[in-house]
């Protein structure tokens, strides 16, 4: 118990320690940066635009020291404009770290200096990890190796100028489940079936979607409204939808194959056809709640850009066309999935497990 | 569109027969739910107050219409309250910290047609996105746990308390590893064209480290497992305090 302490203090200490050196990390940046010592608001004028929303625009005339740069110490002050509801612009506070770029004699704001909450909250992750009794070895290792595979997959597709994107996504999802259950199963037979039956059935998911869709040449769907516009459309999307989905089928497919080997284990003279059936009871239950998860994560990713169109006067069904067309059908294609791996998991899982 | 969706619908009925209809239903009050929230919140209702109003409408529909075992139900229930009280505990002052609201300069071209002054707190929706980000995560791990101990705690009553956080951890220790990999491969997701962007604005590491996207989709990842680390501990105290509750009554008879 006094280990525990003493380790849970050490771990406390070293969060810490790294939340205050970004406090003082200004000597990194090549862009000045400011700490604001004080605010005056120098005008502000409200005012109500066509769609009735009623926004107030203000001025602030900001004063800060600067932390950086070989003015050091010297007290400088720039204007900033922002409206109340903040959002592409920024209200400063006294005491907030700023990084500004000159803009001739003087300087504007640039943008907020948010490493310091920002390395905080991976903190306190780790901290809280540390206060209880989980495998936590196992957890780093499993994020620590995706984490370094997706960075080589940004590399490869920044290098590639997204020419290969859809195929550079399919190796990278092979890699990261693969991770996954190596971590979390070990070598095992169990974890070889839940990696089958996942890519079977993700690819199965994403085939069928695809051959749909493409009989109605994608009516409906704008692919052209992606995040960013990036291109190729059709690649981004897929690509996003595959992410996406990858973790609740691997979910969905250890749930069923263990729940069968267990089973196995419990009932040995067990037949392929009663395995099957289980799974699928098993499965049926896992539908609704993975469906939901994916369900909250579309929605609030794209909760700004909605806002930002019915606040514009602009009809629901419209908003929701124009900003959560492509969501939704990320959303069908992944219940797709998840429906879908239900059988195959099932009918893989009982014909190897009856057959060992 | 209808058409995956039709597909969507006969796939599901064929492997959960009238099951699927439960399901569908549930899906539908969930999403009429979060209309709902968009158009309250675009009248110009108070962000915080509706979200956590329809939350809690959607926790109760997730977990209840997805749980049969009333009892399980009930402490999971109980547990995703919790969770979600703590998340907003804490996302309001990182929000406010960090002030990673709305959209950044990476937006500008969608920007273009549209008057900004929108009259809607974005500071506060910021909150409300990661709110709502975690209810699916935070519903199906306290089920998952929930029925996970519940089943342990009737097989052998007689545990104590340290008993139960061990079978807590040893339970959830898989259930934050597949948590945690659909969180994370969800922010790969949602990044990979914001990196990719990103590079082509030719930003430097500093700029990445502090850019409000990226810092938005890193807060909201790292809090939503917190809460999915939470989880663990409120379960394991609320089935032992219930495993207790049972006990007292029946040496009270």
Redesign the interface.
Known sequence: MKKNIRLLVIVGLIVLLATGLTYFDSFLYHDPVVKVENVVITSKQTSTDEYKNTDTEYTQKVRAKLLNTDKKGQTVSFRNTYYNSQLTDTKYRVGQQVILTKSGKGYAAKNLKRDTPLVFTFGLVIFLLYCMKFDRRKLFISVLINVVIYFGYLQIIIGTHNSILLPLTVVTALLISATALLVILGPTYSALMAYSSTVISTTAAILLSVFVLSMTGYSGMHLELDDFELQPYLGVFLSQVLFGVLGVILDETMDISSSLIEMKKEVADVSAKTLFKSGINIGRELIGPLINILLFIVIAENLNVVLLYLSNGNSVSYTLNMTLSLGIAQLLISAIGIVLTVPITSFISSKVITRR | ?????A??VV??LM??GT?GLT?LF??GI??IS??AL??L??DGFNILVTTGIIAIV?LVV?IY??VENGNTANTAFQTSLLIMAFILL?TIP?EY???????????Q???ES??????????Q?AI???V??????I??TS?AITSGLNEIVSNKPTLTPTEI??DG?SV???I???????????F???T??????I?SLGY?F??I????LV?AE???T??C??GV??T??ITSFLVYHKANKVKLKKTDN
């Open positions: 569109m209808l058409y995956l969706f597909t969507f796939l599901l492997v959960t099951r399901l549930g899906l969930n999403v979060v209309i968009l158009v919140i675009a959607i997730a219409m997805n804490i990182l910290w960090a002030g990673a609201q709305g959209m950044g300069p990476e937006n071209d969608e920007l549209f008057s900004l002054a929108a009259g809607i707190s974005f500071p929706l409300a996105i990661i709502i980000n975690s209810l699916g995560v519903s199906e089920v956080f061990n951890f959830g220790n898989k934050l590893n597949t948590q945690t990999n659909t969180l994370l491969f969800n790969f997701s949602a990979f064209p914001l990196f990719f962007l590079h430097k500093t700029d480290l502090n850019d409000k810092v890193i807060l909201t790292l809090i497992t917190v680390i939470l663990v501990p």
